[in-house]
């Protein structure tokens, strides 16, 4: 067994027994365990969703993207890292890791703001009502640990019609080749 599928393997084995090992040595509890998609992997895979104080939050996350993935806050428009980005790749949660998006949904909206067509799967970004700003929108969130990333709506290309409308901050780009 090679290293990677070896370290992979321990991982999930750790996210079944719902145990996180922190960097200080300790043994530190995680939340449920969940089934997300591993585009990598090309398979639903377990791991645990991710709870911490918002202190945690704080300390882990540049003010930035703390304002954007656990306040809700927006990026200006044309202003985020990954909106003109046209590498192939996966778009991941930036603070948790799980597989977002991927390049071949992505699609120029002419918004500002990095747009896809749809997740990478249905379990790994959740929504939610909004009706912050005097308007009624549909939010969308990282299952796993709850982070903002932005927005969807019904005006995107076919086949789902639909606009995910995603922060660059709540994003990490992993170049690779998709399929």
């Known amino acids: 067994m090679n290293r990677k599928r070896a370290v992979t393997l321990l991982v999930c084995v750790l996210g079944v027994a719902g145990l996180f090992f922190a960097d200080d040595g300790g043994e530190e509890e995680m939340g449920e365990p969940i089934q997300v998609w ?27 993207v703390y304002k954007i993935v656990r ?30 998006f991927v390049s071949t949904t992505k699609y120029t909206s002419s ?15 959740g929504t939610e009502r909004d009706t912050s700003l005097f308007m009624t929108r549909t939010e969308v969130h990282c299952e796993r640990c709850g982070a903002h990333l932005g927005h969807v709506f019904d005006d995107g290309p076919k086949p789902t019609g639909k606009r ?8 990490e780009f992993v170049e690779m080749e998709v399929k």
Not at 39 to 64: C, F, N, R
Not at 117 to 122: I, N
Request: charged share 30%.
């Open 164 to 171: 995910y409308c995603i922060n660059s901050r709540a994003l």
């Open 111 to 125: 918004t500002g703001w990095p747009s896809f067509f749809e997740p990478a799967h249905e379990a790994n970004v």
């Open 38 to 64: 591993s585009v990598e992997q090309g398979a639903m895979i377990s791991t645990t969703k991710v709870e911490k104080s918002d202190d945690e939050w704080k300390q882990e996350l540049s003010p930035e």
């Open 71 to 100: 306040r809700k806050g927006t990026e200006m428009a044309c202003s985020g890292a990954y909106w003109k980005n046209d590498r192939e790749g996966v778009y991941r949660c930036v603070a948790c890791g799980t597989d977002l």
